[in-house]
Nanobody, 122 residues
Framework: VQLQASGGGLVQAGGSLRLSCAAS????????VGWFRQAPGKEREFVAA????????YYANSVKGRFTISRDNAKNTVYLQMNSLKPEDTAVYYC????????????????WGQGTRVTVSS
């Protein structure tokens, strides 16, 4: 499975962006998907995840209430709507296909997109 993340950019604090993660295969609909981010000089961290049926969603405490993950399996695409952005949200955002186990651990993802950069200015 090839994943293509897009939608990043430069936005002022308080603004919004919507990231997209498009998959190359229809089997994308059979797997959960997660978003992670990595800020300069920091380790990659979990942001949000969604189960294959959209039945369950998971969020890091730092983004809960501001970010919303969703998916459209007909379009093989997962979205991350980011509202009320803060400078600390600045990072490269990656989407990945979940292979099993905890959604918040990047060890449990086996296919990764190339990342899209989000910069939030103060």
């Amino acid at each position: 499975v090839q994943l293509q993340a897009s939608g990043g950019g430069l936005v002022q604090a308080g603004g919004s962006l919507r990231l997209s993660c498009a998959a190359s295969e229809r089997t994308f609909g059979t797997t959960g998907v997660g978003w992670f981010r990595q800020a300069p000089g920091k380790e990659r961290e979990f942001v949000a995840a969604i189960s294959r049926s959209s039945w369950s969603t998971y969020y890091a405490n730092s983004v809960k209430g501001r970010f919303t993950i969703s998916r459209d399996n007909a379009k093989n695409t997962v979205y991350l709507q980011m509202n009320s952005l803060k400078p600390e949200d600045t990072a490269v955002y990656y989407c990945a296909a979940h292979s099993g186990g905890s959604y918040s651990s990047d060890y449990n993802y086996n296919y990764w997109g190339q990342g899209t950069r989000v910069t939030v200015s103060s």
